[in-house]
């Protein structure tokens, strides 16, 4: 009999195996728990734990890769989810509650990717942009209502 498994348990799963140095079988639960979530989400735009899951999974498998030494391959999902999170804010009409959780996601993703630049080098014209980007949302007050 065939279970399946709720993209919190696969991320867990997956956890298990980056904790046990199990590269492959992390990245492939990873990709697993992002399509499932990827699949929820687009039928739930604003579903705060989706977008936060999400992103998660798409940092742990940045961490993956940075873990194995694969420093462009783990920029690409930092990049990924900090674009996607970009496009939902400029996108607007957003309900407050969700808008409000938004700009905590850009601060997530764009602080995870201004991290990663300081142990790895990025192109000064991206590196400048997100910097930008930064004080930008430093001086953003989203306020929920």
Known sequence: MYIVQSWKEIVRHGNQCFDQRRWYDAQALYYSA???????????????????GWIAAMHNLASLYEEQGREKSALQPLMTSYKTIMTLKAGGSLNDEFSYYVTKATRITLLAIIEFSKKYPICDCCKAGLEASWQELQTTQNVLH
């Open 34 to 52: 992002i399509e499932q979530l990827e699949r929820l989400w687009s039928g739930d735009k604003e579903n705060i734990q989706l977008m936060m």
